[in-house]
């Protein structure tokens, strides 16, 4: 079954710097585009951004372009998400996701905290 585990999360000050991975299982992850989301308290789960098969088609939330970086491992089934410039607002669960036509998969997540 599609499984996922995101790592890296942590408490950093604003202006700091993240990398977060998500290691995939279970299915043909070079086949498919990969997403990062994210959930903050009290508030619905948002896009972050996403990546093409190859690594070289990528979309970001208005709210982390030029902050973030996605990027991928095909060889690994990994997927990564450099956060730099972090603000308090970036703080959330940060969670894969895969979709295969209309179902979708969601890791656990792993917590990013913002402050100071």
């Known amino acids: 079954q599609v499984q996922f585990v995101e790592s890296g999360g942590g408490l950093v000050q604003p202006g700091g710097s993240l990398r977060i991975s998500c290691a995939a299982s279970?299915?043909?992850?070079?086949?498919?585009?990969m997403r990062w989301y994210r959930q903050a308290p009290a508030k619905e789960r948002e896009f972050v951004a996403e990546?093409?098969?190859?690594?070289?088609?990528?979309n970001y939330a208005d709210s982390v372009k030029g902050r973030f970086t996605i990027s991928r491992d095909n060889a690994k089934n990994s997927l990564y998400l450099q956060m730099n410039s972090l603000k308090p607002d970036d703080t959330a669960v940060y969670s894969c996701?895969?979709?295969?036509?209309?179902?979708?998969?969601w890791g656990q997540g792993t917590q990013v905290t913002v402050s100071s």
């Open positions: 279970g299915f043909a992850f070079k086949d498919y585009a």
């Open positions: 990546i093409g098969i190859s690594g070289r088609t990528t």
């Open positions: 996701n895969v979709a295969f036509g209309d179902r979708w998969y």
